[in-house]
């Protein structure tokens, strides 16, 4: 299972939105979310998406659990971590514990089988386990677009301070690969050390990416990957090919030192 980067294509450009509070990002991204779920459950009946763990999953929740008009097909969803830490699943630095406290043990209908969790087996064998993720992605996305890239409709991202996204850092060999589609870690520069991640070559055949940042904390970095795109962050390499797109779910706080032009959400 390969995937290059392919120069001839085009790259999207991002898109900015910013809200000036914590409850009009989180309905915003609710209503974003719903619409690509509607966009694939009409393409092939079923919902693809990947997410990343931190403040992510309490601002989904917010907005997509108890819904009274029932517009969240959970029955549809099929989810993946865009990176995980190589720890026992209900360990505290588990993106998988994270997201099933905040969010997944709150939604009675979405089904464990649904959700594509690490093999605790291989908790100490990074390789192997990185290879049966990736088998995972083979299996959940055979007979589309598996012999090049597994392609999602939606992948949902965090970003640090120093510009990382998912579990890829700033100057880390990782940067640069293009053969795997799940990679393993040895040396994060945030605990814990071994992890796994999601490489380009699945973020940038992505349908839709989505970063979802707040606070000032990310107020210089989100100004450096918007402003500066040849800056090579890791979160400025993450540029969809073309149909598929970049968008950046900021509050008030964290795009306030960007001049970077805003959209105006609207779907």
């Not at 974003?32 to 999953?57: C, D, H, W």
Request: proline share 7%.
């Amino acid at each position: 299972m390969v995937g290059t980067q392919d120069p001839k294509h085009e790259h999207s450009e991002p898109v900015l939105y910013s809200f000036g509070s914590g409850d009009e990002l989180s309905n915003a991204l609710a209503d974003y979310v719903i619409k690509v779920q509607n966009e694939a459950i009409e393409r092939r009946n079923m919902f693809t998406v990947a997410t990343s763990g931190g403040s992510l999953p309490k601002l989904l929740a917010k907005s997509l659990v108890h819904r009274s008009d029932k517009a969240v097909r959970w029955d549809k969803w099929q989810v993946f971590f865009a990176d995980e830490r190589i720890v026992p699943l209900n360990d505290a630095e588990s993106n998988f514990d994270l997201c099933n406290k905040e969010l997944f043990s709150k939604v009675p209908e979405l089904q464990r089988s649904q959700i594509h969790t690490i093999d605790e087996s291989l908790l100490n064998d990074p390789e192997e386990l990185s290879d049966q993720y990736e088998k995972q992605l083979a299996d959940a996305f055979a007979g589309k677009d598996s012999v090049r890239n597994p392609v999602f409709d939606l992948i949902l991202l965090g970003m640090g301070p120093d510009g990382h996204t998912a579990s890829l850092f700033p100057d880390h060999p990782l940067l640069g690969e293009h053969g795997r589609w799940v990679a393993p870690i040895y040396d994060s520069p945030k605990p814990p050390l071994r992890r796994i991640t999601l490489t380009y070559p699945v973020l940038n055949h992505a349908h839709h990416v989505v970063f979802v940042l707040t606070g000032e904390g990310k107020q210089d970095a989100l100004t450096r990957v918007l402003e500066e795109p040849e800056n090579h962050l890791p979160a400025s390499r993450v540029r969809p090919f073309l149909p598929g797109d970049v968008l950046f779910f900021a509050d008030d706080l964290a795009s306030k030192k960007t001049q970077y032009q805003r959209a105006k959400f609207n779907l």
